[in-house]
């Protein structure tokens, strides 16, 4: 499986580079920046390129929902015959708990799923 953290700035830099801090270097984690000055058709055409190179799972996590980094990965979603699957609210448990999942052969759907309930239950008010 290949991720892909696409995010508005260079948000997707930032936490891979955090995750090397835990891994070293990652081949399969890739980022993805929409950067201000970008025009969104190029980076909707740059997105489709990198993408379409990548392996046949694909798990793309997006910063937020709705915005141009997510709305483009879900039209991409809909519109190839490789295994994708998008989720919003990246941060850096979240990415951990995907990279520890690379190897796993189960449907991306479910593997989302078990994803969002560890990633949902790191958030803790400190006592």
Do not use: W
């Amino acid at each position: 499986m290949e991720i892909v953290v696409v995010t508005h700035g260079e948000m997707s830099k930032g936490l891979l580079h955090s995750c090397s801090m835990y891994y070293g270097k990652l081949h399969n984690v890739h980022p993805l920046c929409l950067l201000q000055d970008m025009d969104i058709k190029a980076f909707k055409e740059d997105f489709k390129t990198f993408v379409d190179g990548l392996g046949q799972r694909v798990l793309i996590l997006c910063d937020v929902d709705g915005g141009t980094p997510y709305n483009t990965a879900c039209e991409f979603a809909q519109n190839t015959s490789k295994e994708v699957a998008v989720m919003t609210g990246v941060n850096l448990p979240m990415l951990i708990d995907s990279i520890e999942r690379t190897g796993s052969t189960v449907p991306l759907s479910e593997l989302c799923n078990e994803i969002m309930v560890n990633t949902m239950t790191g958030i803790k008010i400190a006592q």
